[in-house]
């Protein structure tokens, strides 16, 4: 099974895109958890909620098959078991959460170095350039151009700190998702 994460700032597109891409390669995709658990929980997350969400990514992650998130697009109704996961936002996005907000992480998500462990990369990367409008919502606080923007430099850092390929997506709408795709067969080649 190869998996893909697809990284960015928030409202970035990450959500319509998992559910693209996975609809085109008649795959499946696991939507973003910490927007459930934030939209659940009214304070905003303590460092043991950050954790709670990063477990459920870690579990995801580790075995796609038996999430209890995994969705499969209707163009793959019918495939036993997706040879493609998408990921909308998953452990980069936790650990730089817990490194900017709290300082700290559980040992067990990185290694030595400080990166990402090695079970717990993805195959590929989709990174998010925050060059689309920002969308208010009420699981949403990163909204100035200035911190998207530092968001990105965080998230492609910690990209290629682990040396996985990865595909920067630009774009609005349906240019987007035809970029993405474009990336996306370029890695599968």
């Known amino acids: 099974m190869i998996t893909?994460?697809?990284?960015?700032?928030?409202?970035?597109?990450?959500?319509?895109?998992a559910e693209a891409l996975a609809n085109h390669y008649r795959g499946a995709w696991i939507p973003e958890y910490a927007r459930?658990?934030?939209?659940?929980?009214?304070?905003?997350?303590?460092?043991?909620d950050v954790c709670q969400i990063l477990e459920r990514d870690r579990s995801d992650l580790l075995d796609p098959a038996s999430s209890g998130g995994l969705l499969l697009p209707e163009a793959s109704m019918g495939v036993e078991e997706p040879t493609i996961v998408f990921f909308d936002a998953g452990l980069i996005i936790d650990k730089v959460w817990l490194d900017v907000v709290f300082n700290r992480r559980p040992s067990w998500l990185t290694d030595a170095s400080g990166t990402i462990a090695e079970p717990l990369r993805t195959d590929y990367y989709l990174l998010l350039?925050?060059?689309?409008?920002?969308?208010?919502?009420?699981?949403?606080s990163n909204?100035?151009?200035?911190?998207?923007?530092?968001?990105?430099?965080?998230?492609?850092?910690?990209?290629?700190?682990?040396?996985?390929?990865?595909?920067?997506?630009?774009?609005?709408?349906?240019?987007?998702?035809?970029?993405?795709?474009?990336?996306?067969?370029a890695f599968l080649k």
């Open 4 to 17: 893909i994460s697809i990284v960015g700032p928030e409202s970035t597109g990450k959500s319509v895109l």
């Open 143 to 185: 909204g100035s151009d200035e911190v998207r923007s530092h968001l990105f430099e965080l998230y492609h850092h910690e990209i290629l700190q682990m040396g996985r390929p990865c595909g920067v997506v630009s774009g609005v709408g349906s240019t987007r998702i035809s970029n993405a795709i474009r990336l996306v067969d």
């Open 36 to 48: 459930e658990y934030v939209t659940l929980h009214t304070s905003e997350p303590s460092y043991a």
């Open 129 to 140: 350039a925050p060059d689309i409008a920002w969308v208010d919502d009420p699981a949403r």
